[in-house]
């Protein structure tokens, strides 16, 4: 009985707490605040931007959330800031987990759900 989904990640997301994320009021709350989110973001974009020495015009104000982008560990589904999409995060927000796969590895994985205003007081 083996899922297509499944391919190691127990060595790294077994009895992890994953934060619940709704986009894109996350993206928002994380622009208004400037917050740990945010920074990540910027920091991604600035990377990009100086590897590839395009974009500049995209590192103003809002436009910088185009440069991020996640996959879900599991079935990679896509997660973007600006479309509506419920994703579950570890707490350094490497791994992302889409909503079916955390309700089908829930229980066999141990994980513990939590906000995202907790992993945001964390920062
Ligand atoms: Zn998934």
Not at 94 to 112: G, I, L, M
Request: hydrophobic share 30%; charged share 30%; aromatic share 20%.
């Amino acid at each position: 009985m083996s899922d297509w989904r499944l391919n190691g990640q127990e060595k790294y997301l077994s009895n992890k707490t994953l934060y619940k994320i709704t986009f894109p009021a996350f993206w928002e709350t994380a622009y208004k605040d400037q917050n740990a989110f945010f920074r990540k973001v910027e920091q991604y974009a600035k990377e990009h931007v100086e590897r590839t020495n395009r974009g500049h015009e995209f590192l103003e104000g809002e436009k910088i959330q185009h440069f991020w982008h996640e996959h879900c560990e599991f079935c990679w589904e896509k997660a973007l800031t600006d479309q509506a999409c419920t994703f579950y995060c570890t707490e350094d927000m490497y791994y992302w987990v889409c909503e079916e796969c955390f309700r089908d590895f829930q229980e066999q994985f141990n994980w513990q759900e939590e906000t995202a205003e907790a992993l945001l007081s964390n920062s």
